[in-house]
């Protein structure tokens, strides 16, 4: 096994560096792993405070104060879904109707941390935030409202961490967190009633079976469907019950995947449906959606609080007039644009020069096609992003491996390698530059960009896939050969 024009070998030099190349394989393959797990441990990691996502600040003169607040947080529930709700229409029907833009990530603590902290998710550095706020930030809304009241049907770790001053259930009470829990079933709404019904300025309702569904069975299932009746049902009772003069938010926190997930940019789980009832305009605003920063200073002219100095938000008139599409979302720079380019445009024509390159490539784009037929669209809403070993987008990309196994098998040798990994090797390079790879090396960035971080946990899954392919088809070829040997020695 020679390099085409290389010099002529002894046989025990080129099984010297045919091992040499093996072992290189099966290193770079571990790479893949190791360097796509790390990816993805920091997508979760918090981030430095960043920039607003426009240099403006905010007129300061508050809007009017209301009587009471009270916010019912419908979590999963998808824009579409929402506006065939026939209790949630019908009071928006009598109220305002917007559609929000949530930012990105759509993860729902980060999100809760955006409404009631009035900053994004990229100015507050909480992105893609799982674990509790312990302690609660201070300048939090809930924090800042003396009698502060938040009940929630599960999930506790989010309901307590904006620093409400009474929260149901509390913390030690592990029970609730069981499906069929006597919480979930019994006490759950009823307590929620009863808050709502209460003298608290401000109560928050926040419901989950909706966003449980939807991981389980998708946001196209019946399941999901149910849970969104079950919470419809619920609204009407709560709805019934709250003070007079009280002003009304019900909204969702970002939408899911027709098969189950979020946590993306899509536009159809980015932006969802809010109603604002009780003490405000009214009409149907939701033809260009505001962002959820602007709910925020809504939300803190009612407490009558101000929002902290930072925050972006404009009030309801001027965000519907400016509504700025897509801004609070992070994109990458001209300069990472510039250079994921010009490496990608570097494997392709590694890719295209040569007969023997052109033979080989196809498997990239078997692979790519059949990972996007079985999983759909690469995003961070998509669960197969994140898996530790990625096995359902492995076995997805299997039928370009096989091809890459045969075709590689048929005339095995290192530039092979080279121009059957050059693509793969590129799109992996520029993605991670797309996502802010480079950045999370060296300040707390976590490399959250919409669309680009997913695909680099792909492109790694699919590159250290076809390492270990080619590495395996060698080893093949190898033992064939010996075997073959052996039986010409003994012939
Ligand atoms: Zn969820």
Redesign the pocket.
Known sequence: MTDSGAPAVTPSAARGRAAIVWLLLLLGAWGCYAARRELIGRFFRDGQPGAPPWPERAARAPGPAAAAVRVVLL??LSRAHALQLPVLSRACAGGLELAVDVGFPTV?LPVQAVLWGGRTQQQSGLQYRIARLDPPPPDMLPARVAGSVAVAESHRDIVHSFGFAQVQPPLARDDIEAAGSSWRTHEFAAAAREAIASAAPLVFVHVLRI?EA??AHGGDSPQYEAAAADADAWLQQWLDAGPPGARWWVLAD?GHRPRGG?GDAEPEIRIVRACVLGGTATGDRSATPIHLVDVHRELADALGLAPVDDAPGRPLAQALADPRPEQTLPRPGGGAWALAACLLAAAAWVTLASAAARRLAPWSVLSLGSVLAVHGAITLSNPAVYPPLGAGVLLAASPGFVYLAIAFARRPSARAVVLALALPLGATAATAILAGVPASLWRPAPPLVPRASAWCSVCFTVTGGALATVALAWAAVAAWRGLQAARRARG
């Open positions: 979590d999963g729902s966003d939807g991981h970002h979020h």
